[in-house]
């Protein structure tokens, strides 16, 4: 079975197939479609921004496509940088400028009140119309200063709960078993075994 995934950040694509390792589908990213075209994540939700890349990548390929769209979301800023993470400094800004944005932000914000959590919407469209949505989360805090060089992102500024290493500190697979990315992307596999045989055709 053939799928899309809707992303190319070389990255994100790592970790996602190493997470659906071991499930028969034949990932295909859109850096296998040169043709297909940026999409705008200018929705205001990240459900919005996931079904329309989606949504684009199934209709241009004629295969089913997923994608997912992430992001932080920081208790003592009302939700931010939430579905702008990854333009929180600026249209063209890089992970460096983000971070640096959101420690400004958080400056003087004592331990007990930097509470934060990563949010991975993912998106599931087949070439039949049928959408399907999946969720995950993973609760942390945000540190004072960046620590670590593994991941991308906010990782280097994330404590998930329960541990003392930012992401940026933890091995990939170790990020891996407790990911926002881990949780959305476990209930899709869930829901990829569970198609049935005629279903299944559908994905060929
Ligand atoms: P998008 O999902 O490609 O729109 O990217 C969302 C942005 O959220 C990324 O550029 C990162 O800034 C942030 N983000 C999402 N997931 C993670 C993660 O696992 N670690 C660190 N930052 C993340």
């Known amino acids: 079975m053939k799928i899309v995934i809707a992303s190319r950040n070389a990255k994100k694509i790592e970790e996602l ?3 659906l390792e071991g499930i028969e589908i034949n990932l295909l990213s859109i850096n296998d479609f040169p043709e297909l075209e940026e999409v705008e994540e200018d929705g205001l939700t990240f459900e919005e921004n996931a079904l329309k890349k989606a949504r684009y990548v199934c209709q241009k390929t004629g295969l089913p496509a ?3 769209d992430s992001g932080l979301e920081v208790e003592a800023l009302g939700g931010k940088p939430g579905v702008r993470s990854a ?3 600026g249209e063209r ?6 971070i640096k944005k959101l420690l400004k932000d958080l400056e003087g914000v004592p331990l ?3 509470n934060a959590r990563f949010v991975c919407c993912i998106a599931l469209v087949f070439p039949d119309g049928q959408e399907y949505i999946f969720w995950g989360y993973v609760k942390g805090k945000i540190t004072e200063s960046p620590r670590g060089n593994y991941g991308f992102g ?7 709960e329960g541990f003392q290493k930012t992401f940026a500190e933890m091995e990939p697979h170790e990020k891996d078993k407790i990911s926002h990315r881990r949780e959305a992307l476990n209930k899709l596999k869930d829901f990829l075994i569970k198609l049935g045989p005629p279903y299944k055709q559908n994905l060929l």
Do not use: L, Q
């Not at 800004?93 to 983000?98: I, L, M, P």
């Open 17 to 19: 197939k190493r997470i």
């Open 66 to 68: 997923f994608s997912d």
């Open 87 to 89: 333009r929180y400094a």
């Open 93 to 98: 800004a890089t992970d460096e400028d983000n």
């Open 112 to 114: 007990e009140k930097r």
């Open 154 to 160: 906010y990782d280097p500024v994330f404590i998930p």
